[in-house]
């Protein structure tokens, strides 16, 4: 009976470790658009049809968009600035968002440099959600259906944008990915090209790199999330303070 209860343990610290998640549709307003549409897809791993795997490495110039995400995909959404823009996240379509060990922050971020997203300082955040009365943003997105709304800035200069979604797993937190490969934070950006047709004069202040704003040092990226102080995590989420128009 030990055995198989050592087996059985084994088997789910496995599939928590191999299960993660991505966006998987996006809606303006509540309205959903078709699936994957505008989303520029990570790169397929072996054996699976839509990549919902991490990054781990913050040098990688990945971290921007997830592997493949540099790729312009055909189809534009339009929107207006104002508009409620919702991320809709799963583990695999129909299955769940993603394990209930992925605890950490959620961010979302906006650059007009479609075609330079590794660029120095071309993108903006514009909302996160931290730890607030010991719940991670995870769990909320969670809560919420795997729904992930943001408000798409007032007065927003029209044209072209990526609007990047990304949440900071932090389940194996308690180890730096640069001293140990196997661990480490893990981030799930994805890119959504998104169309600006009606708005103002406002541009975003470009304040935030992919790679480099996300580091070692960055405070909360070490977290031992296990720890019986999680009040202790610092509450602004990675990628700096919320751009307020």
Known sequence: MKGLFSLLSFSA???????HTTVWYV???????????????PDNAPGVNYNNSPVKDLKSNDIACNRGGSREVPKWIDANAGDDLTFIWYLNQGDDIMPSSHKGPVMAFLTPEINNINGANVWTKIWEDGLV???FGTERLMRNQGKQTVKIPAGLKPGKYLFRADMAALHEADVLYSRNSARGTQFYPNCIQINIVNGGNVEAPKQVSFPG???DGMPGLLYNIWSPYLSNYPVPAPGGPVWKP
């Open 13 to 19: 610290l496995f599939l928590s470790a191999a299960a």
């Open 27 to 41: 809606a303006i307003n509540g309205v959903q658009q078709a699936k994957h549409v505008g989303i520029r897809k």
């Open 213 to 215: 704003t996300y580091h």
């Open 133 to 135: 009365n010991g719940v």
